[in-house]
């Protein structure tokens, strides 16, 4: 089993930053696709930064600039720096881990962390 742990949110005013970070445990393949993803109320969710175990990374468009996905592969860890942080920013901040295998894809979520950005 899989388990993913975030860490990291909170309250800040707009302009702050906040750092996101998500441990994974368990049985990961070592060719694995991380992200962050978000919901805010009323909302789908959506993508907000992904980045391989290779090191490409893949940007909404609405944080290019702001936000920067890394990750520390010995550790099974990325994290979200998102600086310049605006109101439209607040949502539940969702880590999530892919990998796959000839036959299946596997997908894994961790709890999700508050991110609340004031005016």
């Known amino acids: 089993q899989v388990q993913l742990v975030e860490s990291g949110g909170g309250l800040v005013q707009a302009g702050g930053s906040l750092r996101l970070s998500c441990a994974a445990s368990?049985?990961?393949?070592?060719?694995?696709?991380m992200g962050w993803y978000r919901q805010a109320p009323g909302k789908q969710r959506e993508l907000v930064a992904t980045?391989?175990?290779?090191?490409?990374?893949n940007n909404a468009d609405s944080v290019k600039g702001r936000f920067t996905i890394s990750r520390d592969n010995a550790k099974n860890t990325v994290y979200l720096q998102m600086n310049g942080l605006k109101p439209e920013d607040t949502a539940v901040y969702y880590c999530?881990?892919?990998?796959?295998?000839?036959?299946?894809?596997?997908?894994?979520w961790g709890q999700g962390t508050q991110v609340t950005v004031s005016s």
């Open positions: 980045i391989t175990s290779g090191g490409s990374t």
């Open positions: 999530k881990v892919h990998f796959s295998d000839y036959r299946y894809d596997y997908d894994y």
């Open positions: 368990g049985s990961i393949f070592s060719t694995n696709t």
